[in-house]
């Protein structure tokens, strides 16, 4: 892949001595040793790991992972003990942190480059995600409540969001950032809707359309701001995260303009416990280029005069199964898609789900369904979990 780049020069075996003794002692704070024979332990097997982590911070540390510099047993166990102990407060501001910083106040590339996330990430193949999902290809958190499996906790999620929409035949459903539309057809197929979904992702759209089986439901390879229409319920997914604090105002402006006075709208998104205005510069660069997650005050400032808030789920903990099981589903499929993508791909996919499971697990990230509506449901909105 094109945007990784050539590792940086070897340092001084005086300065690795001091950057490796820094990382140890900050690793022992959180129960980490190098050498160790726990599961969350690290192997070093490249002692210039300590400096490239010490000045790229955690776009170092992803980096020499991809490079084979060092290993754990259980990435996402370390990852989860490195955020309880609260490690990275103890490290400075790294050139790549302050980057992404600068780049998401003076930018807003969310907007300028809004298909950039479908060519670079929902694009590279659908083979993939076809080993790696369930059955739909669900690609967000499944709701593991009273679920054994990935396939239901998929459903229940999908049925979940139907119940909480209140869907009805011959409703007009709208999907903003409907990936292979298996929520539309669900929807169409259980509750009798008409569905529109938009994706930025050419793979997604082609696929999500090759696979309606005859039912009222179309995707749409559109910008969701270029949407027109009126629709009874709306729904978004694992989309809101690529939206960016700069555009919040405007997408929920967009959604209000879309939906019935009497309708109601499901915002289903990751979110952060601390407001921001930049992604994690690893995540950003090999993962979801210009990814910004949200905090519960940038939401509900934006949706203040906008909508009414009906109701806030937050199961979170369920994104760590959820990713866990993606993780199991993507090894066992690594020999069939060894052929197609390298090595350094494999160690970049697993230690994407394995951080990610980690930020979940330590309840540093959230998962919520947000239920809104333009002027208050009459009567009152009932909670459905």
């Known amino acids: 892949m094109n945007r990784y780049f050539a590792p940086p020069k070897r340092p001084s075996a005086a300065r690795t001595s001091n950057a ?3 990382i140890a002692d900050l690793l022992g704070l959180a129960d980490i040793k190098i050498g160790g024979s726990r599961p969350w332990d690290i192997t070093v097997n490249d002692p210039r790991v300590y400096q490239r982590v010490l000045a790229r911070g955690s776009l170092g540390l992803g980096e020499s992972y991809m490079d084979g510099w060092w290993g754990a047993p259980a990435v996402d166990e370390l990852m989860t003990k490195l955020l309880e102990a609260d490690i990275p407060s103890h490290l400075r501001r790294d050139f790549p942190l302050l980057i992404s910083i600068a780049r998401g106040r003076l930018f807003n590339f969310q907007r300028s480059r809004a298909f950039e996330v479908g060519e670079n990430h929902y694009d590279i193949g659908n083979d993939l995600y076809q080993r790696m999902l369930d059955s739909r290809m669900i690609y ?8 054994s499996t990935l396939e239901e906790a998929q459903e229940r999620k999908l049925d979940l969001i139907c119940r909480k929409l209140d869907l009805h035949p011959g409703m007009k459903l709208l999907d903003i950032g409907s990936g292979w539309g298996g929520l ?42 270029d949407l027109e229409g009126k629709f009874d319920r709306i729904v978004s997914v694992g989309m809101f995260e690529h939206v960016g604090q700069k555009n919040y105002g405007s997408y929920f402006e967009k959604v209000r303009q879309l939906l019935v006075p009497d309708g109601l709208f499901l915002l289903h998104t990751i979110g952060g416990n601390h407001s921001s205005v930049h992604g994690d510069p690893w995540v950003e660069k090999y993962i979801f280029p210009n990814g910004m997650l949200p905090s519960p005050a940038q939401i509900t400032r934006r949706i203040e005069g906008v909508f009414v808030l009906e109701d806030w789920h937050n199961f979170g903990p369920d994104y760590d199964n959820t990713l ?17 993508y390298d090595e350094r791909f494999r160690r970049m996919w697993r230690y994407y789900l394995m951080m990610c499971a980690a930020v979940f697990r330590a309840r540093h990230t959230q998962l919520w369904q947000v239920v809104l509506s333009p002027k208050g449901i009459a009567g009152g909105y009932k909670s459905i979990r």
């Not at 967000?140 to 679920?147: D, I, M, T």
């Not at 994706?199 to 910008?223: C, F, M, W």
């Not at 866990?324 to 197609?340: G, P, T």
Request: include cysteine.
């Open 140 to 147: 967000s958190c499944a709701y593991w409540k009273n679920a």
């Open 20 to 22: 490796e003794r820094h």
């Open 324 to 340: 866990m099981a993606w993780l199991s589903r993507f090894d066992a499929a690594w020999d069939d898609l060894a052929s197609r």
């Open 184 to 225: 539309l057809r669900f929807a169409a197929e259980r509750y009798g809707v008409q569905g529109v979904g938009v994706t930025v992702s050419h793979e997604q759209a082609r696929y999500a359309n090759a696979n309606r089986r005859g039912l009222p439901i179309e995707t749409k390879l559109i910008d969701y701001m």
